[in-house]
């Protein structure tokens, strides 16, 4: 068990991480369903960072998602 949750840890992410990937979307590309587009996501880049990570890490470290989040892409590679 435990050399599964270390090679988990390659997974996390911390808000700079996020910041970074929310920065480099694409704003010519159609928001998800949430109707959330990319634009909105760059410009609130900084608020946003560390509430994502956190939720992010969380949903790792439990193993549990969402239904709704497993609707989109699953990026673990942040």
């Not at 996020?18 to 949430?34: Q, R, T, Y």
């Amino acid at each position: 068990m435990y050399s599964v949750l270390m090679n988990l840890r390659v997974f996390f992410a911390d808000s700079n991480d996020v910041k970074a990937k929310l920065c480099k979307l694409k704003m010519n590309k159609a928001p998800g369903i949430d109707s959330v587009g990319s634009r909105m996501l760059i410009e609130i880049a900084d608020e946003i960072s560390l509430f994502v990570a956190e939720l992010y890490n969380k949903s790792l470290k439990i193993g549990i998602c969402s239904k709704r989040m497993e609707i989109g892409k699953c990026h673990t590679h942040i």
